[in-house]
C-alpha cells in the first residue's frame, strides 16, 4: 500500500473510532500517601471520579430505615422530638438552635422544661469509634457518649447501642419501651420499610425489632449522606480543591507547634480528627447551663461538677485507682463540620457543656490556659498540662488554625475547571447496536 493510502486508512479508522472513545474520568489516583501537605507534590494531571460526589439518594433500604427514624418526630412523649432536634444536618448533626448554643448549649427533651446536661456531639463521623476498651498506650478508648457510657458491648456496635438510648431518656424522646417505639414505628408511614429491614409488624420480636432499629439508625449515620468526607480539606487531598496559604499554614501549625493533631488525629486518608481518647483540657464549668437548676434530676444543684469518664468508670463498678486518673476526662469530638453552620455568625458552641462560643475563643484557651486569666477548671484534676495550655501561638497563627479548622465543612463544590484535568480514555466497550425501527403508526 502507498504511504498516502495509509495514511488515509488510518484517517478513516481513527473518525471511526472517535466515537468509541470516552471521556470517562477515572477514580482518584491515591491521595497522597503522607499526609503532610508541606511535602507533598502535587500530582499533575490528576484524575478523578464524579462517584465522590456524594449523591443524596443512593441510600440502601437499611439506611434509608434509619433516616426515617433519625427524623421522625412521632417518636417522642409528647410527640414532636426526632433525633434531628438535637443532631441538625445543618450544624454537622450537632446542635442546631442558635439560642441555646449562645447559653447553656444543653437541649431540652421531649417534655418542656427537662435540659440534658452536656452539650450534643455530632451523630456523623462517630461511626468507627471502637468498642469501649482500655489500652495500654492510650488508655481508655471508643464508646459513645462524652463519656463513653454507650460501650458498645452488648450489640459489638457502640453507635447502633447508642441509638438506643435516646427514644426511652426521660430527658429527650422519654418514650416508655421499647415496645412503644417499634408500635409507632408499625404504625408509621414508613412501615413497609420496617418491615422489609426488620420483619413483620404482626407479631415481631420487640427486642430484636428494638436492636433491629438501633442498626437502621447507625447505617443512616455512616451513610455517604451523613459522614460525606465532602469538605474542602477532603478534596485537597485528592488534588481537587487548594488550600490558601492561611489554610496551609495552619493545617502546619495544627500539626506541629500547636499539637491538636495529637489528639485530633489526622492519620490515613479519611482522617477523623479524633483517635477516641479521652482527656481533661480544664475546661470551665458553664455557668449558664439549666441543668444546675434542675432538682428532680440534679439534686447536686450548683454543686454539680461533671467528672466525665471518671465518673462513668465508677459507676460500672471500677476500683478508685482506675476510675481516680479518669476524672474529668471527656472523649476527643471530631472536628470535621466543626465550623458548619446555616450562616455566618450563627453562634456554635464547643466543648462538653458548650462553654466556648467561637473557635477563635477554643483555640485561645488552648493557647493560653496556663498564662492568661481563665476561670478555674470544671475539675481541676487529671488536667493535660504536657500538650496544651501554653503554646506559645501568635494572634496570626491562632487566626490560621481557625482558618484551618473552617476546612473541615462538608458541602465543599469543588472547582472541576482549575483542580484538575479530564482524562480522555480508551473505552473498550462496543457500542450498542441501534435499537431496530418502530413500525410508523398507520393506518389502525
Ligand atoms: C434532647 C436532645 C437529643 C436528642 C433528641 C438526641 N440526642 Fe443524641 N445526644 C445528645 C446529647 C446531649 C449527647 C451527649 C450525651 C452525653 O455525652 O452524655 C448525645 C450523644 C449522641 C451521640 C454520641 C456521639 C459521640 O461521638 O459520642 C450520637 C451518635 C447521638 N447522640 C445520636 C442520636 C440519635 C440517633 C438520636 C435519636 C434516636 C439522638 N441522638 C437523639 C442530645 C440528643
Ligand atoms: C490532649 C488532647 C487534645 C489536644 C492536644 C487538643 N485537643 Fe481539642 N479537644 C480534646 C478534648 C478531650 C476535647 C473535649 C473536651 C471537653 O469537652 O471537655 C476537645 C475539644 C475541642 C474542640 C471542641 C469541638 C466540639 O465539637 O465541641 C475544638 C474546636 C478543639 N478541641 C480544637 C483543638 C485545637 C485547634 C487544638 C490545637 C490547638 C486541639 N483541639 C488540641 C482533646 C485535645
Same mark, same amino acid.
Given at each position: 500500500?502507498?504511504?498516502?493510502?495509509?495514511?488515509?486508512?488510518?484517517?478513516? /479508522?481513527?473518525?471511526?473510532? $472517535?466515537?468509541?472513545?470516552?471521556?470517562?474520568?477515572?477514580?482518584?489516583?491515591?491521595?497522597?500517601?503522607?499526609?503532610?501537605?508541606?511535602?507533598?507534590?502535587?500530582?499533575?494531571?490528576?484524575?478523578?471520579?464524579?462517584?465522590?460526589?456524594?449523591?443524596?439518594?443512593?441510600?440502601?433500604?437499611?439506611?434509608?430505615?434509619?433516616?426515617?427514624?433519625?427524623?421522625?418526630?412521632?417518636?417522642?412523649?409528647?410527640?414532636?422530638?426526632?433525633?434531628?432536634?438535637?443532631?441538625?444536618?445543618?450544624?454537622?448533626?450537632?446542635?442546631?438552635?442558635?439560642?441555646?448554643?449562645?447559653?447553656?448549649?444543653?437541649?431540652?427533651?421531649?417534655?418542656?422544661?427537662?435540659?440534658?446536661?452536656?452539650?450534643?456531639?455530632?451523630?456523623?463521623?462517630?461511626?468507627?469509634?471502637?468498642?469501649?476498651? $482500655?489500652?495500654?498506650?492510650?488508655?481508655?478508648?471508643?464508646? @459513645?457518649?462524652?463519656?463513653?457510657?454507650?460501650?458498645?458491648?452488648?450489640?459489638?456496635?457502640?453507635?447502633?447501642?447508642?441509638?438506643?438510648?435516646?427514644? $426511652?431518656?426521660?430527658?429527650?424522646?422519654?418514650?416508655?419501651?421499647? *415496645?412503644?417505639?417499634?408500635?409507632?414505628?408499625?404504625?408509621?408511614?414508613?412501615?413497609?420499610?420496617?418491615?422489609?429491614?426488620?420483619?413483620?409488624?404482626?407479631?415481631?420480636?420487640?427486642?430484636?425489632?428494638?436492636?433491629?432499629?438501633?442498626? *437502621?439508625?447507625?447505617?443512616?449515620?455512616?451513610?455517604?449522606?451523613?459522614?460525606?468526607?465532602?469538605?474542602?480539606?477532603?478534596?485537597?487531598?485528592?488534588?481537587?480543591?487548594?488550600?490558601?496559604?492561611?489554610?496551609?499554614?495552619?493545617?502546619?501549625?495544627?500539626?506541629?507547634?500547636?499539637?491538636?493533631?495529637?489528639?485530633?488525629?489526622?492519620?490515613?486518608?479519611?482522617?477523623?480528627?479524633?483517635?477516641?481518647?479521652?482527656?481533661?483540657?480544664? @475546661?470551665?464549668?458553664?455557668?449558664?447551663?439549666?441543668?444546675?437548676?434542675?432538682?428532680?434530676?440534679?439534686?447536686?444543684?450548683?454543686?454539680?461538677?461533671?467528672?466525665?469518664?471518671?465518673?462513668?468508670?465508677?459507676?460500672?463498678?471500677?476500683?478508685?485507682?482506675?476510675?481516680?486518673?479518669?476524672?474529668?476526662?471527656?472523649?476527643?469530638?471530631?472536628?470535621?463540620?466543626?465550623?458548619?453552620?446555616?450562616?455566618?455568625?450563627?453562634?456554635?458552641?464547643?466543648?462538653?457543656?458548650?462553654?466556648?462560643?467561637?473557635?477563635?475563643?477554643?483555640?485561645?484557651?488552648?493557647?493560653?490556659?496556663?498564662?492568661?486569666?481563665?476561670?478555674?477548671?470544671?475539675?481541676? @484534676?487529671?488536667?493535660?498540662?504536657?500538650?496544651?495550655?501554653?503554646?506559645?501561638?501568635?494572634?496570626?497563627?491562632?487566626?490560621?488554625?481557625?482558618?484551618? /479548622?473552617?476546612?473541615?465543612?462538608?458541602?465543599?463544590?469543588?472547582?472541576?475547571?482549575?483542580?484538575?484535568?479530564?482524562?480522555?480514555?480508551?473505552?473498550?466497550?462496543?457500542?450498542?447496536?441501534?435499537?431496530?425501527?418502530?413500525?410508523?403508526?398507520?393506518? @389502525?
Amino acid at each position: 500500500m502507498k504511504m498516502h493510502n495509509k495514511l488515509r486508512l488510518l484517517g478513516i /479508522m481513527l473518525i471511526f473510532l $472517535l466515537p468509541m472513545w470516552l471521556v470517562v474520568p477515572v477514580a482518584n489516583a491515591q491521595p497522597p500517601a503522607n499526609d503532610d501537605f508541606d511535602n507533598a507534590t502535587p500530582i499533575t494531571g490528576a484524575l478523578y471520579s464524579f462517584a465522590l460526589i456524594p449523591t443524596s439518594g443512593g441510600l440502601t433500604p437499611q439506611e434509608e430505615l434509619g433516616k426515617n427514624l433519625f427524623f421522625d418526630t412521632n417518636l417522642s412523649e409528647p410527640t414532636g422530638q426526632s433525633c434531628a432536634v438535637c443532631h441538625g444536618p445543618e450544624v454537622g448533626y450537632t446542635g442546631p438552635d442558635e439560642a441555646l448554643n449562645a447559653g447553656g448549649a444543653v437541649y431540652e427533651g421531649a417534655v418542656p422544661g427537662r435540659f440534658g446536661n452536656r452539650k450534643p456531639p455530632a451523630a456523623a463521623y462517630a461511626g468507627d469509634s471502637p468498642i469501649f476498651h $482500655l489500652t495500654k498506650k492510650s488508655g481508655w478508648v471508643g464508646g @459513645m457518649f462524652w463519656d463513653g457510657r454507650a460501650t458498645g458491648e452488648r450489640l459489638g456496635d457502640p453507635l447502633a447501642e447508642q441509638a438506643l438510648g435516646p427514644f $426511652l431518656n426521660p430527658l429527650e424522646q422519654n418514650l416508655p419501651s421499647p *415496645a412503644e417505639v417499634v408500635d409507632k414505628v408499625c404504625g408509621s408511614s414508613y412501615k413497609a420499610l420496617f418491615e422489609e429491614v426488620c420483619g413483620q409488624c404482626d407479631g415481631i420480636d420487640v427486642n430484636q425489632a428494638y436492636d433491629c432499629i438501633g442498626f *437502621a439508625i447507625a447505617a443512616y449515620e455512616r451513610s455517604s449522606e451523613v459522614t460525606q468526607f465532602t469538605s474542602k480539606y477532603d478534596y485537597s487531598l485528592k488534588e481537587m480543591a487548594t488550600l490558601t496559604q492561611e489554610e496551609r499554614k495552619g493545617f502546619s501549625l495544627f500539626k506541629g507547634k500547636g499539637k491538636c493533631a495529637k489528639c485530633h488525629v489526622i492519620n490515613g486518608p479519611k482522617p477523623l480528627f479524633t483517635d477516641f481518647t479521652y482527656d481533661n483540657i480544664g @475546661m470551665p464549668k458553664n455557668p449558664l447551663n439549666p441543668f444546675y437548676n434542675e432538682p428532680e434530676w440534679n439534686p447536686l444543684g450548683s454543686a454539680w461538677v461533671d467528672y466525665g469518664l471518671g465518673e462513668f468508670l465508677q459507676s460500672a463498678g471500677y476500683d478508685v485507682n482506675v476510675y481516680e486518673k479518669e476524672l474529668g476526662k471527656f472523649k476527643v469530638p471530631t472536628l470535621r463540620n466543626v465550623d458548619l453552620r446555616p450562616y455566618e455568625g450563627f453562634v456554635k458552641a464547643f466543648g462538653h457543656n458548650g462553654y466556648f462560643k467561637s473557635l477563635e475563643e477554643i483555640v485561645h484557651f488552648y493557647n493560653t490556659r496556663d498564662v492568661e486569666d481563665w476561670p478555674d477548671p470544671e475539675v481541676p @484534676m487529671n488536667i493535660n498540662t504536657a500538650e496544651l495550655g501554653n503554646l506559645g501561638l501568635t494572634a496570626d497563627e491562632e487566626a490560621a488554625i481557625v482558618a484551618f /479548622m473552617k476546612t473541615l465543612s462538608d458541602g465543599y463544590i469543588p472547582d472541576f475547571e482549575s483542580s484538575g484535568q479530564m482524562v480522555i480514555q480508551l473505552h473498550p466497550k462496543k457500542r450498542k447496536p441501534l435499537p431496530e425501527p418502530k413500525p410508523f403508526p398507520c393506518c @389502525m
